[in-house]
């Protein structure tokens, strides 16, 4: 509260965001009990999760974290940048600092009252291995046209299998209701939110995922809506891109360059 205290000056506001942050949270468990927790309030600390503010007030807080992580000549000393979004960050430093960093992160975090996720907290050297952030995993790749090697961010598999999971949901027989220009439209909003998120780096082989199970979907979806049974396909990819208008994510979304 003493970070939003001292951007945010209307007292009223101020003691809606400390109630907000104190409320009671309501969880059911796989066996439909409800379970209503106060460990934000009993704790006096944390945000609540998947709130719609948090991602906010962390961004608040670990600016504490990042500016502290400076000025202690940790970022110099080390070489060791943080990038961050919200409580979500990753320390690049060069090779043989990690554990010296990871120290330091440690007891700054201890310091700031924050506690580390151990699950998703670990060293990671490249371009042996590979993380996950943000949705990308950075990792190597080969290059189609020299055949190096080389780093770049790439859609994590999590994140493909996501998206297709959402456009089978779209194109299931419940929405066979539907006509087939607001289908269309569906999709397309769905692929060009995805795709233009999921455009840096490495995003060829994700494309191509996302792009042939929307259209077999579709076709899948056209098939039923019709009552089209037995051994015919029709509705080739041509068609489902020329006539019912399907968005074609190489064709429309622009690529970011890897390097500005």
Known sequence: MKCVARRISDRHLLHLIKMWLETPVEETDERGRTERTSRNKDDGRGTPQGGVASPLLANL?????????????HERRLQARIVNYAD????CCCAGKADEAMAAMRQMMEKLRLTVNEKKT??????????????????????WKTGRRYLTPAPAEKKVLGICEKISEETSSRTTWRDEAEEVARLNQILMG????FRLGYVTGAWRVVQQHTCRRLRWWLRRKHNQRGKHQGYPDMQLYEKYRLLNLARTVRRLPLWA
């Open 122 to 143: 670990r060293r990671c050297v490249l371009p042996d291995e590979t993380f996950t952030f943000l949705g990308f995993t950075f990792g190597s790749q080969v290059s």
């Open 194 to 197: 995805w795709g233009n998120y």
């Open 61 to 73: 807080y670990m600016r504490r974290f990042v500016l502290g992580w400076k000025v202690q000549g």
């Open 88 to 91: 979500d960050f990753v320390i």
